[in-house]
Structures are given as structure tokens and as C-alpha cells.
């Protein structure tokens, strides 16, 4: 577990919180947001072309609330599961375990995903 940031920085459709990751032995980036009180992370890929999905920083849900988006083609994707909902893309998103505990949010390593060290 790796903490990433207070619990109170995830607010219900509002902006991630982004953090750097290592996947498949390429440097990236993760991203957390808070969809009806949960939290969800992914890496920040769209599945169409891999490509980082903000089109502001740190800013995935589109104009509802409801759909993360991607800035570049319009793919949208379910913030509860990563899966396409609609628009160009293979599959889904990348999903980053995460868990909150004690009000911070941590994220998960994996045997691909690790985090970025300097």
C-alpha cells in the first residue's frame, strides 16, 4: 500500500489525483477520483490510443458527472469499473487497486504496476 492523499481531496465528481507509476516497465501515470462516495484509480491511458485522458489537469468526468472521459477521441468509460460505455476504444480502462483507511487514500502495487522511483 502506498499512501496517495487525504481522503478529503477526493470529492464525488470532482478532479483526481494524479500519481506516478511504473507499468509494464514504462514510466506513466495513475489517476484517483471519487465517483458516489467510492474511489476508483486507473492508469491514465485511454484504451483507443494510449494516450493521457485529461483534457485539464486532473480533470476526467465529463460535463454530467457521471462518464470519465477522454479529452482526446470522446471515448467514455464507467468510473465504477473502467469498462468503454461508448465512443472509440479497445476494452477499458487499466484499474489500480486502491483502498482508504484511517481518511488517506492508498493505492496498490501489483507484479506490472510500481510505483516511479527517482
Known amino acids: ?3 496517495l492523499c487525504p481522503s478529503a481531496d477526493l470529492i464525488d465528481s470532482g478532479d483526481g489525483v494524479p ?3 511504473v507499468y509494464c516497465s514504462r514510466a506513466g501515470r495513475g489517476f484517483a477520483i471519487r465517483y458516489q462516495g467510492q474511489v476508483y484509480a486507473y492508469l491514465n491511458q485511454c484504451s483507443h490510443v494510449p494516450m493521457e485522458m485529461d483534457y485539464q489537469p486532473n480533470h476526467f468526468f465529463d460535463g454530467t458527472g457521471h462518464w470519465l472521459m477522454c479529452a482526446t477521441h470522446g471515448a ?3 468510473p465504477q469499473t473502467g469498462h468503454c460505455r461508448m465512443g472509440p476504444c479497445r476494452g ?3 484499474k ?3 483502498s482508504e ?3 488517506v487514500v ?3 502495487t501489483a507484479p506490472n504496476l510500481k510505483p516511479l522511483e527517482f
Open 92 to 94: 477499458g480502462l487499466i
Open 76 to 78: 467514455i468509460y464507467s
Open 1 to 3: 500500500m502506498i499512501p
Open 101 to 103: 483507511v484511517g481518511g
Open 96 to 98: 489500480i487497486d486502491v
Open 106 to 108: 492508498h493505492w496498490h
Open 19 to 21: 500519481f506516478a507509476v
